[in-house]
């Protein structure tokens, strides 16, 4: 298992740095580091868990990272709907099982690849990858998912009223 952070600030978001802390301070809490490895044992279908309400649907500014994500899909052969379909979680700080992040590296990608840091906010390749997690987890048919708690606390980027209607992440089915 692992836990990924990153330094977040967000300076584009009224309330950026708070939503950095709130993601960091979910996934540090002893409580769930303790009990990551059984929860993946236990579930084996279980690829990533995200803090509440930071899964969010890869079509979310799709706009900005479209260039990058159909870049990648034409470098793995992926469809269309195979990437549309993928849920990936916002702001990139997560836990999981290792093993589902191989494609990652299948893709061959160098540091050069990269476009410098110039404090974008979205729309690099960086931020494709971030979604790009979310495509390969969903391509070997396992679950990204979030844990319980306090979904509004998270930016809603313009797409809260249609997510989190059907179901909590107790019920949804792992597929």
Known sequence: SFVKLHTKSSPHLPDGETWGELLTTT???SEFLRDL????????QLALLGPAGTRAPITLQLQNNGFWLQALMRRT???GQQV??????AGSMFAGRLSCLRPLIDLGLQLEDFE????QTDGTLAHAIERWIGVVIHQQRLVVDELEGDHTSVPDF???WAQHLVATPA?????
């Open 158 to 160: 313009g797409y809260r």
């Open 37 to 44: 490895p059984l929860r993946l044992e236990r579930l084996p």
């Open 84 to 89: 549309l379909s993928a849920p990936f979680i």
């Open 77 to 79: 052969g992926m469809s």
């Open 27 to 29: 996934l540090l809490q």
């Open 116 to 119: 410098l840091e110039a404090g």
């Open 171 to 175: 019920e949804r089915p792992l597929y």
